[in-house]
C-alpha cells in the first residue's frame, strides 16, 4: 500500500516551488522596469499614480499600471492611497546605477534564450558545456552591469588600497593587465583613475571585448586596450605590475593554465589581484548563505557551462574557487604569498598573490 502522503506537507511544498516561478516572473518584471527606465523616473519624485508615471516615461497607462500593481505585489514598490513610490532604499537597488554599490537590476537580463538552453540541456548529456561567446552577447553586457557599480565604486577606493603598495605603482605609472575584462568596467575604472598606468584587457569573448572596446572609447581613454584572447595567452616577460582576475577563474577550464602564464608574464615585484565567489568549500557551511540557490544557478546556466566547454576542463563552477582551492592554485603555479583580503563584498573574497 503506497503511503499516504500528508496533504499540509503536499501544500506546503508546493507553495515552496511556485515561489520559484513567482521568482522568474518577478525577475522579468524587472529587466522591464531597468530597460524602460521606469525605476530612474520614479526615483526622488515620492508616490505617483500609474498615469504620472506612464506620462513621464511615455509608455502606454495600462501596462505600467499591471507592471506596477505587480511590483508593489513583490515588495519592491510602495502603494499607498493609490498611488505607487520608489523610497529612497528601493531607489538605492533598483534605480541607482552611478552611485550605490547596492546597485541589483542590471543583473536581471530578462531570462534566457531558448537557443541557449537547448544548448545547456545538451551540456547534461554531452559533458561539454557553452563558451561565454556561445552564451551570445546578453551575457557579456548582464555580466557588465551586474558587477559594474562594485567595480566603479570601490576599486579605488576601497580594494586598491588594500593591497601593498599598489596604488603608488599605479599613480606613477605601472603596466596592468585584466584577464578575463568582460565589458572593460573595471580596466576602464582603473585607467581613468591612473592616467599615467598603461592598461590591458583580455578575454575570449569577441562580443565583451566590443563592449569593452566601445566603453573606453566612449571614455576618451588613450592608456587602455582591448584584445581578444584566453588568459594562458599572456606573453612571458611582459613584466605586469598588477594582473587582475575578477570572478574568472572558476570560468576557466584549465585555470592552471592562465595562472602558469600569469607567474611567467608579472614582474618579480608585482601583484596578482585574484577576485572570486565567497565560499569555503563546505556545503553544509555555504548553506549559511541565503542566496546559495541562486549562485548554483549561476552555475549551472553559466559559469561551469564556461568551465566544462572543452574536454578535460577543470569544471569549477561558481563556488569552486574558495580560498583553500586558490591558495592550491596560486602555489602550484609557482607563487609563495597569498594573502586573503574581506573588504565586505558580500559575494567575493580579495586574494593578493605575489612570487
Known sequence: MATELDPNAVKMFGFKVWTYKMGEQVSLMVHLGDQLDIYKTMAGRGPMTSDEVADATNLHERFVREWLF???????????DGAFELTDVQAAVLADEDDSLSFAAGAFRGGVEPQVIDRILESFQ?????????????????????????????????VLPALDGVVAKLEAGAKVCDIGCGGGVMLSTLAAAFPNSQCVGVDPSAAAI????RRGQEQGLSNIEFIQSGGEDIAAGSEYDLVITFDCMHDMAFPDRTAAAIRSAIADD????????RSTGDFDKDMRNPLLAMFYGFSVASCLQSAMS????????????????????????GFTRFEVHDLDDAANLYYEVRI
Not at 566590443?210 to 572596446?213: F, G, H, S, V
Not at 576542463?313 to 602555489?331: S, V
Request: avoid cysteine.
Open 70 to 80: 505587480g511590483q508593489a505585489a513583490a515588495g519592491l514598490i510602495d502603494h499607498v
Open 270 to 277: 608585482g601583484t596578482w589581484l585574484l577576485k572570486d565567489i
Open 126 to 158: 554531452t559533458g561539454i558545456g557553452l563558451t561565454y561567446e556561445e552564451q551570445g552577447p546578453n551575457a557579456a553586457a548582464g555580466l557588465a552591469r551586474m558587477t559594474g557599480p562594485w567595480s566603479r565604486l570601490a576599486l579605488t577606493d576601497r
Open 210 to 213: 566590443d563592449i569593452a572596446r
Open 310 to 333: 572543452e574536454p578535460g576542463g577543470r569544471g569549477l563552477g561558481t563556488l569552486g574557487l574558495h580560498a583553500d582551492a586558490a591558495r592550491e592554485l596560486t602555489t602550484d603555479a
